[in-house]
C-alpha cells in the first residue's frame, strides 16, 4: 500500500477553449441536434427574415432591393386594419378563456377520475383532430344554415319551431375557433395535471384545506406549466385562424390571417402584407417568449 | 382521494357533452353527403349514394388525394428521420445549450400558421423555389417536424440509454445496438410520430394554402368550393376525407398493437 | 493470495470531462478470481472508473491492461469483460430469454446452441425455466437482477462489473442477493469488480477494497484492514457510526484531546503524525463503573437507548459531543436515561488517522 494522497497531481492538463468547443461540437447532443437546428434555420429564421425585410420596402414592391421605408406600419394604423387586430386578438383571448372552463373539468377527469376509462375517452375527443379543420367548419356551415341546416330544420320537423340562422355572427366565429381549439388547450392541461402527485393533494387536505383551497394552493400551481401551454398554443393558433372568419363568420369580422391573405393575392402589396405579418409575429412572439421562460420541459414531457 | 360521486357524474356528463359538440359537424357531413338532392335540407327525405359515385369516378378526386397523399407521406418519412434525431438532442443526451435548443425548436408550433405559410411563400420567391406540392411538404414540415420531435422525446425519455451500452458491452457494434435495441425500444415513439405527422399534414390548410401554387389538396379545394357556394360533391369529398382520417387512425393504432403482441411471442 | 500477473492492471489511469477531473491517477492491479469492490459516496469517480474498465468510456491519461496487453482503445464490444448495470438495462422489448442470449445472437450462433445455454445459465441464476418467454417487464425486482446476471454470464467474460446493481432494492432481498452474488463468484471463479457506495455491502463480498475519494483511490485492503486500519478520517467515517476526537501528538508518546483537555494513551502512530483524529468504534467503547477498568475514560450522560435487535446502541453526551456506544443484547446497560455514567476504551481498540 502506497499512500497517494502524498504524490502532486501529474497529467491534469486544463483544457483551452478551443479545445472545449471543439469537444462541445462533437458531442453527440449537438451532433444530433444538427440537423433539426440547420433545417429550422432554413425553415423558419430565413423566411421570418425575409418577412423583415419586405415589411421595410416601399409599398407594391416586389424587390427587396426597393429601399427602405416604415409607412407599411404606419398603414397599418391610419388605414383601419388595427381594427383586424383588435378582433381577433379578442377572438382568441375569448377562446382561451372559453377553452380553459370548457376543458378543465374534462382534462381532471381525464387525469384523476376515469381511470381505465381515459385512454379510449381521450381517443374519442382526439379523432376529431385529424378530420380537416375546413371539413369540421363546413359541417357546423351544415349544421347552422338557414332553413334547411340541421338544427333548423331539426328544430321545426320536432318541434315546429322556426329560426332565423346563426351564421355569419361574431358568436359563431367564436364558437367555431372554441370548436376547433379545444383539443389544444385540453390535452397540455391533462399533461399538466398528471403532474399533480395524488399523494400532495391528500397531504393538504389532512391539513385542512378545503376544495377550492386545494385547487387554488396545490392543483393550479402545479398544473400551470401544461394549463400555459395550452392557453399559448390556443392563442397563437386562434390568432393565425383565418377558416373559421371565411366560413362561419361569412367574411363580416375581419381578422389579420385574412388581411394577410388579402394583400397577398388581390391586392398584391407584400410589403403590407409583411408588416401585417410582423406585428402579429412580435405580438405573439413576446408572448410565447415570457411563457416559454418559465417551463421545466425535461419534468414536464418526461417527468424526471 | 375521495370525490363525491355526483362531481363525478357531473364531470363526466360534461365530457360526454363536449365529445358531442366535437362530432357535430362531422356527423353533419356524413349525413349531408348521403342525401339525394342537389341541395341540402334537413330533414334529408331521400337518401342516396350517388354523390358518392360522381365524387369516386372523378379524376379530379384522384389528383385531390393524391397530391395530399404524396404530401403527407413525404412529411411523415421526413419529419420521423429528422424528428429522431432531434429527439435525441432533445431528451437522450444531456449538453450544454439543450435547454435552448429545446425552447428553439418549439417556436414553430407557437407560431400562428397563415403567417408562417406566407412567410414561407415569400422566402421560396427569394430563394427562387416555385410553389408546388413538394414545397408545401417543406412548409409543412417546418410546423410538423418540432411536434413530431416532442412526440418521439416522450419515447426517449423513457428509454433508459444504458440499455444501448449494454448491448455495445455484450458484444454488439454500432449498427447491431441501433437495430436490436435503439430502434424497437422507440418504434412506438416513432410509429406515433409519423402518424401524427402523416395525419396533421393530411389536414393542414393554413401552409397548404400558401405554398402548394398549381398543385390542389382535399382542404384546399374544400375551402375554395365551399366559398363558392353548396354542391354536394363538398360533403361526400370532406366524408371520405374523415373515412380516410379514420382508417390511417385505427389502422396505425391496430398495427401497433399487433406489433407488439407479436414482438412478445416471437422468440428468436 | 497467490502473486501471479494481475488479470486486470490499471497504471496512473485519469480521466478528465472539460475541466473535471473523475478519475485522478488510479494505480490498481486487480487479480485472477478476486473480488474486487471500489468503494465510495457518488461522485467520487467510481462509475467512471468501472466504465473506462469496460471500455464504454476512454482514459485521458493513463493505460488499462488486461492480461498484460493494453487496451485503453478497444470499445466495449470487443473486450472479453461483460458490465451489470445499475439500472440493469435490460431489454424492456425483448423476453428473458432474448436478453440472456443477446450476446450469443451478436455472435451469430444458431438459434439452438443460444437456447440451450439460455436455459442453463438460468439455471444457473436460480430462474425458472418456464420464465423462458416472459417479457421481462413483467418480471420482479429479485427476479430482473437474475436475468441481468445471467445474461453478463453468458458470453463467458473473463471478468464481469457490476455497477451498484443492488442500490435499488430493498433490504431483505438485497441481503439475499448479496449472499447469491458471492456464491455465484466462487462457483464460477470468475473476477468479479463490484461498485457501491455502501461499505457493508463491500464488507459482506469482498476479498479486497478500494475506496475512492474525490476521484483518488485512498486505501486499499482486505475488508479486515480496512475496518481495523482505516487510512484517513473520511474512511473512518465511511464505515458507519464511528467516534472521532480531534487529538495532536503529545509529549511522552501519548495524545493530547484539546476539546477534554486530556491526554490519551495513543495506539500504534502513522508515520509523522502531528495531529489527526483517534478513531473509537461503538463497539470497542464500553461502560465502566470505575476510571481503572479502561485506560482511557470520559465522564458522560446516557442521552437516549436504541435496540438493534442482537445489539443495542446508546448516545452518551460528553463534553457537548455525542458518543456512541454499542453492546450485545445480553450485556446491556442497565440503568436509566440522564444517568451519569462512565465511558472508556482501550488504546489497542483506537485507531488514530489523518484528514
New interface residues.
Given amino acids: 500500500m502506497v499512500d497517494r494522497a502524498e504524490t502532486p497531481a501529474p497529467l491534469i492538463r486544463q483544457p483551452g477553449v478551443g479545445s472545449l468547443l471543439l469537444g462541445w461540437l462533437r458531442s453527440p447532443g449537438v451532433l444530433n441536434a444538427t440537423p433539426v437546428l440547420i433545417f429550422f434555420l432554413i425553415g423558419f429564421v430565413g423566411p421570418l427574415v425575409i418577412v423583415l425585410a419586405f415589411s421595410f420596402t416601399p409599398e407594391r414592391t416586389f424587390d427587396l432591393g426597393a429601399g427602405f421605408t416604415t409607412e407599411n406600419y404606419e398603414h397599418i394604423f391610419t388605414e383601419s386594419y388595427y381594427i383586424s387586430f383588435i378582433w381577433s386578438f379578442a377572438l382568441a383571448g375569448l377562446t382561451v378563456a372559453c377553452n380553459l372552463l370548457i376543458g378543465y373539468p374534462i382534462a381532471y377527469g381525464l387525469s384523476k377520475l376515469f381511470g381505465r376509462w381515459a385512454a379510449p375517452v381521450m381517443l374519442v375527443l382526439v379523432i376529431p383532430l385529424f378530420v380537416s379543420e375546413n371539413v369540421r367548419l363546413f359541417g357546423w356551415y351544415l349544421f347552422l344554415i338557414k332553413g334547411g341546416g340541421i338544427l333548423a330544420g331539426g328544430l321545426k320537423t320536432a318541434f315546429g319551431i322556426d329560426t332565423g340562422t346563426l351564421l355569419y355572427e361574431p358568436g359563431t366565429i367564436l364558437m367555431g375557433m372554441i370548436y376547433v381549439y379545444l383539443p389544444f388547450t385540453l390535452f397540455p392541461i391533462v399533461l399538466g395535471l398528471s403532474m399533480v402527485p395524488r399523494d400532495q393533494v391528500e397531504a393538504s387536505r389532512d391539513l385542512g384545506a378545503s376544495r377550492f383551497q386545494i385547487f387554488r394552493e396545490v392543483e393550479l400551481p402545479i398544473a400551470m406549466p401544461g394549463i400555459l401551454i395550452g392557453a399559448l398554443l390556443t392563442f397563437v393558433l386562434a390568432v393565425g385562424a383565418i377558416s373559421e372568419a371565411k366560413l362561419l363568420g361569412g367574411q363580416n369580422t375581419p381578422v389579420i390571417a385574412q388581411d394577410i391573405q388579402h394583400e397577398f393575392t388581390y391586392a398584391q402589396n407584400w410589403p403590407l402584407g409583411s408588416a401585417i405579418s410582423v406585428l402579429a409575429i412580435v405580438v405573439t412572439g413576446i408572448l410565447v417568449v415570457l411563457v416559454m421562460r418559465r417551463l421545466d420541459l425535461d419534468r414536464l414531457l418526461g417527468r424526471r | 382521494?375521495e370525490?363525491k360521486r355526483w362531481v363525478?357524474s357531473?364531470?363526466?356528463v360534461?365530457?360526454g357533452a363536449?365529445?358531442l359538440?366535437?362530432?357535430?359537424?362531422?356527423?353533419?357531413?356524413i349525413?349531408?353527403s348521403f342525401g339525394k338532392s342537389r341541395?341540402?335540407?334537413?330533414?334529408v327525405k331521400a337518401w342516396s349514394d350517388k354523390w358518392y359515385d360522381q365524387t369516386l369516378g372523378a379524376n379530379l378526386t384522384t389528383d385531390l388525394h393524391l397530391t395530399s397523399f404524396y404530401v403527407a407521406g413525404c412529411v411523415a418519412l421526413i419529419a420521423v428521420v429528422?424528428?429522431f434525431?432531434?429527439a435525441?438532442?432533445?431528451?437522450?443526451?444531456?449538453?450544454?445549450?439543450?435547454?435552448f435548443?429545446?425552447?428553439?425548436?418549439?417556436?414553430?408550433?407557437?407560431?400562428?400558421?397563415?403567417?408562417?405559410g406566407?412567410?414561407?411563400?415569400?422566402?421560396f420567391?427569394?430563394?427562387g423555389v416555385l410553389p408546388s406540392w413538394e414545397a408545401a411538404v417543406?412548409?409543412h414540415?417546418?410546423w410538423i417536424?418540432p411536434i413530431v420531435?416532442?412526440v418521439i422525446?416522450?419515447q426517449v425519455?423513457?428509454f433508459?440509454a444504458?440499455?444501448e451500452?449494454?448491448?455495445?458491452?455484450?458484444?454488439?457494434?454500432r449498427w447491431?445496438a441501433f437495430r436490436?435495441?435503439t430502434l424497437?425500444?422507440l418504434?412506438p415513439g416513432l410509429f406515433s410520430g409519423a402518424l401524427f405527422a402523416f395525419?396533421?399534414s393530411?389536414?393542414?390548410?393554413?401552409l397548404s394554402?400558401?405554398t402548394t401554387g398549381a398543385d390542389s389538396t382535399?382542404?384546399e379545394w374544400?375551402?375554395t368550393k365551399?366559398?363558392s357556394g353548396y354542391t354536394p360533391m363538398?360533403?361526400t369529398m370532406?366524408a371520405l376525407?374523415?373515412f380516410g382520417?379514420?382508417v390511417?387512425?385505427f389502422g396505425g393504432y391496430m398495427f401497433l398493437i399487433v406489433q407488439r403482441r407479436r414482438?412478445?411471442e416471437r422468440?428468436? | 493470495m497467490v502473486n501471479a500477473a494481475p488479470i486486470l492492471r490499471m497504471v496512473n489511469l485519469t480521466k478528465q470531462f472539460g475541466r473535471l477531473v473523475a478519475v485522478n491517477d488510479v494505480s490498481l492491479d486487480i487479480q485472477e478470481g478476486e473480488f474486487f469492490t471500489i468503494v465510495g459516496p457518488s461522485g467520487s469517480g467510481k462509475t467512471t472508473l468501472l466504465r473506462m474498465l469496460g471500455g464504454l468510456e476512454k482514459p485521458t491519461a493513463g493505460d488499462i491492461f488486461l492480461r498484460d496487453e493494453r487496451v485503453n482503445q478497444v470499445p466495449a464490444n470487443r473486450r472479453p469483460t461483460c458490465m451489470v448495470f445499475q439500472s440493469l438495462a435490460l431489454f424492456n422489448h425483448k423476453t428473458v430469454g432474448q436478453n440472456i442470449e443477446f450476446s450469443l445472437k451478436m455472435r451469430g450462433e444458431s438459434r439452438r446452441a443460444r437456447r440451450e445455454r439460455g436455459l442453463a445459465l438460468m439455471n444457473v441464476v436460480q430462474l425458472p425455466e418456464d420464465y423462458y418467454d416472459k417479457s421481462v417487464t413483467k418480471c420482479s425486482g429479485g427476479e430482473r437482477q437474475r436475468v441481468a446476471l445471467a445474461r453478463a454470464l453468458a458470453s463467458d467474460p473473463d471478468i464481469l462489473f457490476f455497477d451498484e446493481p443492488l442500490s435499488a432494492i430493498d433490504y431483505r432481498l438485497r441481503k439475499l442477493l448479496e449472499v447469491e452474488l458471492k456464491d455465484l463468484h466462487r462457483t464460477t471463479g470468475k473476477t468479479f469488480v463490484y461498485i457501491t457506495h455502501s461499505l457493508e455491502e463491500a464488507m459482506v463480498m469482498s476479498d479486497r477494497i478500494g475506496i475512492m475519494q474525490e476521484g483518488r483511490l485512498i486505501q486499499i485492503g482486505s475488508p479486515n484492514e480496512i475496518y481495523l486500519q482505516p487510512r484517513n478520517k473520511f474512511v473512518s467515517e465511511f464505515m458507519g457510526e464511528v467516534n472521532t476526537l480531534a487529538v495532536q501528538a503529545g509529549a511522552d508518546g501519548g495524545i493530547d484531546c484539546p476539546a477534554f483537555e486530556r491526554r490519551f494513551t495513543s495506539p500504534v502512530k502513522p508515520d509523522g503524525f502531528t495531529d489527526g483524529y483517534l478513531v473509537i468504534r461503538p463497539e470497542s467503547m464500553r461502560f465502566l463503573n470505575d476510571p481503572s477498568e479502561a485506560e482511557n475514560h470520559l465522564e458522560g450522560s446516557l442521552f437516549n437507548e436504541y435496540a438493534l435487535g442482537s445489539r443495542v446502541q446508546y448516545h452518551v453526551s460528553a463534553g457537548g459531543s455525542m458518543f456512541v456506544v454499542e453492546k450485545l443484547r445480553e450485556q446491556a446497560y442497565q440503568g436509566g436515561l440522564n444517568d451519569d455514567v462512565l465511558i472508556g476504551w482501550d488504546a489497542k481498540d483506537s485507531v488514530l488517522v489523518t484528514d
Fill in positions: 382521494m370525490n363525478i357531473l364531470i363526466a360534461w365530457t363536449i365529445a359538440f366535437l362530432y357535430i359537424p362531422i356527423f353533419s357531413v349525413t349531408s341541395y341540402f335540407r334537413f330533414p429528422l424528428g434525431f432531434g435525441l438532442a432533445f431528451a437522450r443526451y444531456n449538453w450544454r445549450g439543450r435547454q435548443y429545446q425552447r428553439l425548436i418549439m417556436l414553430p408550433i407557437f407560431f400562428p400558421q397563415a403567417v408562417l406566407l412567410a414561407l411563400l415569400l422566402w420567391t427569394f430563394v417543406f412548409a414540415l417546418v417536424v420531435t416532442l422525446s416522450i425519455y423513457g433508459d444504458a440499455q451500452e449494454a448491448a455495445y458491452d455484450l458484444g454488439a457494434n447491431q436490436e435495441v424497437p425500444a418504434a395525419l396533421l393530411w389536414g393542414n390548410f393554413p394554402t400558401f382535399v382542404t374544400l375551402y365551399m366559398g363538398i360533403p370532406g376525407s374523415v382520417a379514420i390511417i387512425l414482438r412478445l422468440n428468436e
